[in-house]
């Protein structure tokens, strides 16, 4: 099974609507007609700038709290705005060029979703009670939370209803589907869903919340498109907070183990996690994180506000993931960071075959690596030095006669090398001859 086409070129930037927009956690909650999805119309251009090619969208949809909570499938979430305000950001993404990923929770509801209502009022008996599953005499609730009722999966009618909330919304314009929490949902449930939908929208993608497990196993039965590539995340930061670059090159030969099966979602932050830049122990690392997201094969995702170098510590409470999902008021103004992310984006769309690329190592260290990453007869060489002194580096060393550092830190040459040096705690890119 191999992706849609357009996904080949996919970057996403992703964003989290209710924090975003400062609908949820807000004193008192706005109205429908302070029409608040629309605020997100004014970062289309940010998104184009940045060298994104679509928006990743947390849930829009109603519910009580943070979205994850949905009580109707159908309906836009009224903190948000309506189906005018919806159509409305369509329209302005695709008149960009941007397409669009709605996140679908369908493995819980919330407790005002109306068919547990009617499940709660009516007992064991009544027809909407087989929508849920039980533990006893009581509802089976996820993760422990009292809020959020799980469905059975194993009920036609939560079958059939979402085939239905996917057909309805790809064909209001969007492209694909986040299946949130889709570790916990059986994956013969999404191998009776996805082809339903396949068959009248087959160019739409769907990538699943996974985070532990095997990977290709559960693309192959659940027959979606991709996953949650959290093990390379959780390489990434902490093989540079623990100058143990063996780390990363383990994760990275495991990548492409997964590669020669699907293509993974890849991230360095997303809603759910520790900022990035909260998350590294030395800021300057932030670099070589986002130079191994986008040298390395993959579908990466960019959360809104790390590209403006934004911190955020996800903790483990009520309320723990208000400070990776703020309120943001208007696009940022020029800085480093985010000229390194425009930059490092336009060399992944210069070099299109990453999104299939394997990586090999060169030289690996501690606190060096070098690595080829590649596809077919196209590569690059990064090298990666987290060390306090500088790094002397020889391509032939390496077995790369020459080549051009084409980016990294300091003034990179342009010229052609056989040896140059990486500053420490810095990084360069290299196109080998």
Known sequence: MADPGWVAHAIWWQLYPLGFVGAFPAAQPPAADEHRLRRIVGWLDHAVQLGASGIALG?????????????????????????????????????????????????????????????????????????????????????????LITLNHDEPAVIEHTVAVMRHWLSRGTDGWRLDAAYAVPDRFWAQVLPQVRRDFPDAWFVAEVIHGDYPAIVQAATVDSVTQYELW??????????????????????????????????????????????????????????????????????????????????????????????????????DVLRLHQHLIGLRRRHPWLHTATTSPLLLTNTHYAYRTGAGAESLIVALNIDDAPWALSLPDLAVPSGRVVAGSGAPPHEDITDTRVPPHGWLIIDPH
């Open 234 to 335: 959780k390489a990434i930061w902490s093989s540079l907070n623990d100058r143990n670059f063996h780390e990363l090159d383990w994760a990275l030969k495991r990548h492409n183990d997964f590669l020669a099966t699907f293509i993974p979602l890849t991230f360095v932050g997303n809603h759910d996690v520790t900022r990035i830049a909260s998350q590294l122990a030395n800021s300057a690392h932030v670099e070589h994180a986002l130079v191994v997201l986008l040298t390395t094969g993959g579908t990466p995702s960019i959360y809104a506000g790390d590209e403006s170098g934004h911190r955020g510590v996800k903790e483990d409470r009520r309320g723990g993931d208000d400070a990776v999902r703020p309120e943001f008021s208007s696009p940022p103004e020029d800085s």
């Open 59 to 147: 849930p829009i949809f109603a519910s009580r709290t943070h979205g994850y909570d949905t009580t109707d499938h159908f309906r836009i979430d009224p903190r948000l705005g309506d189906d005018d305000d919806f159509d409305h950001l369509v329209a302005e993404a695709r008149r960009r060029g941007l397409r669009l990923l709605l996140d679908g929770v369908f493995n819980h509801v919330g407790t005002d979703f109306a068919g547990y209502r009617e499940a709660l009022d009516g007992g064991p008996d009544h027809p909407a009670s087989a929508w849920f599953r039980r533990r006893g005499e009581s509802f089976h609730t996820f993760e422990g939370h009292g809020e």
